[in-house]
């Protein structure tokens, strides 16, 4: 693939992010034709889940998510005990990860956003549940909109 067509697909994540779905959905939904998804809406509510951190429970960046998700279909493995298959695919993820935190500092949501000091972050499974309302502010404070495309480009350019 090359640096146009990468470009195009991480501008669709973030206008998908910018018209107000979570970092998740837009990284895999702007990818996910790649490996036989074409039902865009199928793709979105696949990647739902994550936004938010997983559940906005602030926990692992959901742009990561939707990266790690692109992974599975690339590399996953559907056969039970396929121990190279996940090998490959754990391989994969761990680069991916490692590419992202080399970036911005961490895979968690909460230190991303500026929550939580990074290396600091515990799980808290009592978070409000309401997503925030998309407003110009929101776009304005948050680093998603940015992290989205960068996670598209960190996945596709190691494809």
């Given at each position: 693939?090359?640096?146009?067509?990468?470009?195009?697909?991480?501008?669709?994540?973030?206008?998908?992010?910018?018209?107000?779905?979570?970092?998740?959905?837009?990284?895999?939904?702007?990818?996910?034709?790649?490996?036989?998804?074409?039902?865009?809406?199928?793709?979105?509510?696949?990647?739902?889940?994550?936004?938010?951190?997983?559940?906005?429970?602030?926990?692992v960046c959901g742009a990561a998510s939707g990266?790690?998700?692109?992974?599975?279909?690339?590399?996953?493995?559907?056969?039970?005990?396929?121990?190279?298959?996940?090998?490959?695919?754990?391989?994969?993820?761990?680069?991916?990860?490692?590419?992202?935190?080399a970036k911005y500092g961490s895979l968690i949501?909460?230190?991303?956003?500026?929550?939580?000091?990074?290396?600091?972050?515990?799980?808290?499974?009592?978070?409000?549940?309401?997503?925030?309302?998309?407003?110009?502010?929101?776009?304005?404070?948050?680093?998603?909109?940015?992290?989205?495309?960068?996670?598209?480009?960190?996945?596709?350019?190691?494809?």
């Amino acid at each position: 693939m090359n640096e146009l067509e990468i470009e195009q697909r991480a501008q669709r994540a973030q206008e998908l992010f910018k018209q107000g779905f979570n970092c998740s959905q837009a990284v895999f939904a702007s990818c996910a034709d790649l490996f036989g998804i074409n039902d865009e809406a199928l793709a979105l509510r696949l990647a739902a889940s994550f936004g938010g951190g997983i559940g906005r429970m602030r926990m692992v960046c959901g742009a990561a998510s939707g990266m790690f998700m692109l992974a599975g279909l690339e590399k996953g493995s559907a056969t039970p005990h396929d121990n190279e298959g996940k090998m490959a695919n754990y391989v994969r993820v761990q680069q991916l990860a490692a590419d992202f935190k080399a970036k911005y500092g961490s895979l968690i949501c909460a230190e991303l956003l500026g929550l939580a000091p990074k290396g600091q972050c515990e799980a808290k499974l009592d978070l409000d549940p309401r997503p925030a309302e998309r407003t110009p502010e929101y776009y304005e404070k948050r680093p998603c909109g940015e992290m989205v495309g960068e996670a598209v480009r960190i996945y596709l350019r190691n494809l």
